[in-house]
């Protein structure tokens, strides 16, 4: 193994690796270390390339190396993925280099293995270099006198793509001077030339967060040009992802303008009535919004995810203390978001009668749901069920382990693929446990359908066979929890 030491740049790994290639040096067996802090990321024409020449070929000279003909595309991919922040990829580059100067031209075909992670890691710091672009904000440094710099940004890259972009900075922010700070680094414009210093890890601190006087007027237009009644968060999120939010000025603004547009859409269309009737709409907030109980639970002022904002209010588990099944269903939806109430709209209809055929009822079972809060997205005058995301589930799986600490159930049945995998704690597959009782730590599960994928069926017949292995999975829950409890007064003589 030949231990090759480089600085972390590209023109290093450059010359190392065409010196690697000259000897004949196969990937595996190098070992590619970096030497020191990061580097500077020159800019410089690192390969050259010949445009006349088509798909293939450049001559690279340098003076104690290999030749490599390397196509104008290798060229380019070659010098963003190096960008890409990952500890190995200077092995990863060379062996993609090494291969191509095999004759092995898939190398840098998306089609193949390596290929295809070239284009990725590519296409990631391409993403990067744009976001860049898009979202550092500068803000005129407090300092009073004049001295440099003038203008400062707080930005975190995704990939190693500062130097990339103060230099874009540099030419088109004349003689003003500027410093962009990164946790990795920072770059300084002193109106004339280019500092870069990306040895030392920058903490938060050096974020700016005062606002200057632009930044006060930049915000009130922000502000007056948000039209509440026609907000497309999905576009908005596209656009502008939420990751750069902190980042923006205007991103301390916009949870709370979606949420203010959220609310008066959403009191609008649940009372259709109030929303028919002419006059002037006026947006509360969303914490004014939350019902008002005799004595409020903590559940009621849980705020571990967003989904609290658009709900009208948490719905808790219900049924007996005590109860021998528990069912876990995804979320609530309307009709439950509304009255407070789990399974009391359309597919809880479906589940009683599921419920009833398999000798259950609902008197003797404990209904609660993966997420408490109603995730939902208008659709016209409508407010439809969205799926709750992965890190919703997750932050509600407190208040379900809670209700199975309190209840402690002898067997959990799992109403679809979400309550599975609240009550697993990891993504499941609905299939693998599908049918067959499984055991857990203080009892058992039994996985089925949610009742709404019977609803969803498209004809009486489909529609049926999922009921019945709904009240399948129930009838098994009530033999499995009385056999149990058999075996259990059969042990204490009870
Ligand atoms: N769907 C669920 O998962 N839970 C409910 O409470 C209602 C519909």
């Excluded at 590209?10 to 065409?18: E, G, H």
């Excluded at 190995?88 to 075909?109: C, E, I, N, P």
């Excluded at 410093?179 to 890890?201: M, N």
């Excluded at 399974?343 to 479906?350: K, Y």
Aim: glycine share 6%; net charge neutral; hydrophobic share 40%.
């Amino acid at each position: 193994m030949r231990a090759i030491v480089i600085e972390d740049h590209f023109a290093a790994w450059r010359a190392a690796a065409l010196g690697a290639l000259a000897e004949d040096l196969a990937p595996e067996t190098i070992d590619w270390r970096v030497t020191g802090p990061p580097g500077l990321q020159q800019e410089q024409a690192l390969f050259d390339y010949d445009a006349t020449a088509s798909a293939a070929a450049t001559v690279l000279p340098e003076p104690t190396a290999a030749t490599v003909h390397v196509s104008k595309e290798l060229a380019a991919l070659l010098q963003d993925a190096a960008l890409y922040r990952e500890p190995q990829r200077w092995a990863f580059l060379y062996k993609v280099l090494w291969r191509w100067q095999q004759g092995d031209r898939a190398a840098a075909s998306p089609a193949d293995a390596d290929g295809a992670q070239l284009y990725r890691m590519a296409r990631s710091v391409r993403r990067a270099k744009h976001d860049m672009i898009a979202y550092v904000r500068f803000r005129k440094a407090a300092s009073a006198a004049r001295t440099p710099p003038e203008y400062i940004a707080w930005y975190e890259p995704e990939h190693d793509v500062l130097a990339w972009a103060a230099e874009h900075f540099a030419q088109r922010m004349g003689r003003s001077s500027w410093l962009i700070a990164t946790p990795r680094g920072a770059a300084f414009w002193d109106g004339r030339a280019l500092h870069l210093d990306q040895r030392r890890a920058l903490p938060g601190e050096h974020r700016c967060d005062t606002a200057d006087e632009a930044e006060t007027l930049w915000l009130a237009y922000y502000r007056s040009t948000f039209n509440p009644a026609r907000l497309n968060e999905a576009a908005l999120e596209q656009h502008m992802p939420v990751r750069f939010w902190k980042g923006l000025p205007e991103g301390s603004l916009i949870p709370g303008m979606i949420s203010e547009a959220k609310s008066g859409a959403r009191r609008i269309a649940q009372a259709s009535g109030v929303g028919a009737l002419g006059g002037k709409s006026i947006p509360i907030e969303a914490e004014n919004a939350q019902p008002v109980r005799e004595e409020a639970s903590s559940l009621d002022s849980c705020r571990r995810c967003e989904l609290w904002r658009n709900a009208t209010q948490a719905v808790p588990g219900a049924g007996p203390p005590n109860a021998r099944i528990m069912l876990i269903g995804e979320q609530p939806g309307d009709h439950e978001d509304l009255s407070g109430q789990p399974f009391v709209g359309p597919a809880g209809q479906l589940l009683e009668l599921a419920m009833t055929r398999a000798g259950l009822a609902r008197e003797q079972v404990y209904l609660t749901n993966a997420v408490k809060h109603f995730k939902w997205e208008p659709r016209g005058k409508r407010r439809l069920h969205k799926t709750p995301a992965q890190r919703e589930v997750q932050a509600c799986s407190y208040w379900l382990e809670r209700e199975l600490e309190r209840v402690r159930p002898t067997v959990i049945v799992t109403l679809g693929a979400t309550a599975l995998a609240a009550l697993l704690r990891e993504k499941a597959n609905l299939r693998d446990y599908f049918d067959a009782p499984f055991e857990l730590d203080s009892g058992w599960g039994i996985a089925t359908y949610h009742p709404s994928f019977a609803l969803r069926q498209q004809d009486d017949a489909a529609r049926d066979k999922v009921l019945a292995a709904i009240s399948d999975a129930l009838g098994r829950a009530r033999e499995l929890a009385e056999s149990v409890d058999r075996a259990r007064s059969r042990r204490t003589g009870a």
